[in-house]
């Protein structure tokens, strides 16, 4: 039958169409499904991330970080502007071009390679000894089989309870990268990444920016030391956060959006503002994919339940990525998906989460890989540790941007190191060799050993390998 397939992947999110890419690259007869729509209802492959999260919102960072810098970095320079304006239709119409050229650059990479692309929602049907039943919901129905399932579904917003998404008022990360005037009052609900990085987009563009965030202390999962460094620079430029809150009502409607809290004190409080953005992180999406009809187990908090290996408990089952357990990010949902197609094949791949970098692209960026120092005091292991300072790096004063610092944890006998945590400009670059270095297991001596480009910010991470040992030779 032409729909007989070997590998069929559920989903064309950053995990499913890398994880359909090397099946096929594999030798294995592929097919994806998807069903995201662009505006003309055709396919939209790329996920959330592409559609309405990682691609988008960098082009929205890139477009208000021109104009902040235009408008306050730029006399610096000796380069005069007079009526400074921003017409936000224009960046959205770049940012829907940029989100194009990528669902564009999946349609070229599965013809390419030979991947066969069914649009519309995949679900179980039943299984059997010719393999799974995978039905195509959508313009065109079709039944596909397959001998292995890759579930790549990924993730949705979570909702605040009593405040659904309305994408008018109250905005999900789709809704706050399609705002379009720049609202005078904006309010956001969870200091998040996607908190942070919407907050920092519409603040440069003049909105009065205010952060609503339940836990008591900021980005409580950085390294402590960066996430005090990072509230410090957002409160400098305006970004007003308060910790400890307690959200009671939410209500909405043309007019803007009231929102009533206690806070850290528990006194009451309330908030208006003209927009809402709710980021209190996602929830795994099995809707719609059928799971109990075949016995698809899923765990306590809704994501599909897997192995070490993404291995379902059914047969030839796989999933990966949002909708199981780990990270949430793009680019280890594409390193499972990579791994899943070769232990198809019977090869022997491992993710290791350890060595997952994390990024978020305000300003400055921060980025980290492995342990932080309080998850190293909090296990007892014995670590000694060096920074070093962008503001004693030349490459960031040429660029005029000297906030922040590089971090190096190492294990205390050993060496090895342990973590690497930078806030600073452009550490979502800077953070692989970090990775690349844990990897290989490497110790702060061979960083603090090897020759750096002079002059790059990457001399910053050379110099806090080097002051691990306390012999940094710039600072």
Not at 12 to 28: E, S, T
Not at 328 to 335: C, R
Request: glycine share 12%.
């Amino acid at each position: 039958m032409a729909n007989n397939f070997d590998v069929v992947v559920i989903g064309g999110g950053p995990g499913g169409y890398v994880a359909a890419i090397r099946a096929a690259q594999l030798g294995l007869n592929t097919a994806c499904i998807d069903e995201w729509k662009n505006d003309k209802g055709g396919p939209a492959l790329g996920g959330t991330c592409t559609n309405i999260g990682c691609i988008p919102s960098k082009a929205l960072l890139q477009s208000s970080e021109h104009y902040e810098h235009a408008g306050h970095a730029f006399a610096d320079h000796g380069i005069k502007l007079d009526n400074l304006s921003i017409d936000v239709a224009k960046m959205q119409a770049r940012r829907a071009t940029v989100v194009k050229q990528n669902n564009d650059g999946i349609t070229y990479l599965f013809k390419k390679n030979k991947v066969t692309f069914f649009h519309g929602r995949g679900s179980f049907v039943k299984g059997g000894d010719e393999g799974w039943e995978i039905a195509v919901a959508g313009a065109k129905p079709d039944t596909l089989t397959a001998r292995h399932v890759i579930v790549a579904t990924g993730s949705n917003p979570r909702a605040l309870p009593g405040a659904a998404f309305d994408e008018k008022t109250i905005l999900s990360n789709d809704g706050a990268l399609s705002i379009p005037e720049v609202p005078k009052k904006l309010g956001l609900i969870g200091a998040g990444v996607i908190g942070l990085e919407m907050g920092s987009v519409w603040r440069r563009l003049g909105a009065d920016v205010t952060v609503l965030e339940a836990l008591p202390a900021f980005l409580g999962a950085v390294d402590e030391q960066v996430a005090k460094e990072a509230q410090k620079a957002f409160a400098k430029q305006g970004l007003k956060v308060q910790l400890g809150v307690k959200i009671t009502e939410v209500e909405g409607g043309d007019g803007g959006v009231q929102v009533a809290y206690t806070d850290a004190s528990g006194a009451a409080q309330s908030f208006a503002c003209d927009k809402l953005i709710v980021s209190i992180g996602r929830v795994p999406n099995t809707d719609g994919l059928n799971a109990e009809a075949v016995g698809l187990k899923l765990d306590e908090r809704g994501f599909v339940a897997v192995d070490g290996d993404c291995k379902t408990n059914l047969t030839n089952v796989w999933a990966i990525g949002d909708v199981v357990r780990g990270p949430m990010l793009a680019h280890k949902a594409e390193e499972e998906g990579v791994a899943v197609a070769e232990r198809i094949v019977g090869q022997h791949p491992h993710v290791d989460f350890n060595t997952v970098p994390w990024v978020i692209y305000t300003s400055p960026e921060i980025a980290w890989v492995g342990q932080t120092e309080q998850q190293l005091k909090a296990s007892g292991r014995a670590y000694k540790a060096g920074t070093f300072p962008f503001m004693a790096n030349g490459r960031a004063r040429a660029l005029g941007d000297t906030t922040g610092f590089v971090k190096v944890i190492a294990d205390a006998k050993t060496d090895e190191i342990l973590g690497v945590h930078m806030i600073g400009p452009y550490v979502s670059e800077l953070i692989s060799e970090a990775v690349v270095a844990m990897e290989f297991k490497a110790s702060s001596e061979d960083i603090g050993r090897i020759c750096h480009a002079h002059p790059s910010l990457s001399e910053a991470t050379k110099e806090a390998a080097l002051a691990v040992d306390k012999r940094a030779l710039n600072f």
